[in-house]
């Protein structure tokens, strides 16, 4: 994957938090994901698909992902329920809404989002994608923006559906 | 959500068990899943997006994702690692293959899948999709896959890309 996808997920994460819940986050520097698998309580997950495939992973810890939620709000949730979930869900949509802006050559779409509550969770992608972390500091303690993102040929694409349509 | 889109993912679903583990499964009543979460110890995540956006989500507990994984593999994992979340990953890629290719009025693709490992977490979707669980009885227990499907104007597509992409 070429470093230069790195900055539209970076820029969009920051106007997001930004605009959305007036926080002015600063960035970490990015790095690869493995196996020594960073844990989290509340990640956003949403796909891109188009002329590339990737997918994008908002992750917070409990404590930043009630903050968050009572900025967008108003009001500080008792728990991670419906509000935080419906909270980062609209966060990830639009980071992920931002970067395929920015990534305009690949005629993207984003998918509907999904958020895993749990404590403790990992969130990985199969070996052949490469899982780009970007950490973050916020004013509520740190959080994390992962994503990966393939060129894909049309070629690949059909091949599949063929392979699976013909069950 | 219409009823009728949710067969084809029960039909995706068990023909790729079917082809894939030569499992047989049988599915149980399909239900609207609110805030009663089942938890689970896998899942599976992928994006649809095209004239609808949409999400799957392949769950399992450890070991049906276990045993999946010997099934395809031949040999069983010791433990919930990189073998079983490329085998969970691979699952959930090709129910979304076959799925959309029944679904071909969408032009839906794929996203890129992600794997959610950790002993009961949720996967809820935010409140504006319908979530549809419908479960699936196999050889080694219980599993699960939910989606959401929205059909989506062009305007409602490009009126998010355009808030996001000024910031």
Redesign the interface.
């Known amino acids: 994957m070429k470093v230069e996808y790195i900055n539209p997920f970076v820029t ?1 994460t920051r ?2 938090f ?2 959305m819940l007036g926080w002015e986050i600063t960035r970490g520097a990015p790095f690869v994901k493995n ?1 020594d698998q960073p ?1 989290h309580d509340v ?1 956003g ?6 002329k590339a ?3 994008i ?1 908002l992750s917070l810890d409990r404590e930043v992902a009630l903050a968050a939620t009572e900025a967008l709000l108003g009001e500080r949730p008792a728990e991670i ?2 509000e935080v ?2 909270a980062v ?2 966060l990830a ?2 980071i992920a ?2 970067a ?3 990534l305009e050559q690949f005629a ?22 490469t899982q780009i972390a970007i950490p973050f500091e916020s004013e509520a303690g740190p959080l994390m923006v992962e994503f ?3 060129e894909q040929s049309t070629e690949e ?1 059909d091949t ?6 013909e ?1």
């Open positions: 969009s106007s997001v930004a605009t196996s844990h990640s997950v949403i796909g891109l698909s188009g495939k990737g997918t992973v329920g419906e979930v419906d869900g609209e949509n639009m809404g931002g395929k802006a920015q993207m779409r984003v998918s509907l989002p999904t958020v895993i509550t749990g404590k403790s969770h990992t969130v990985q992608f199969p070996s052949r994608a990966g993102l393939v694409s599949t559906e063929a392979a699976t349509a069950r």
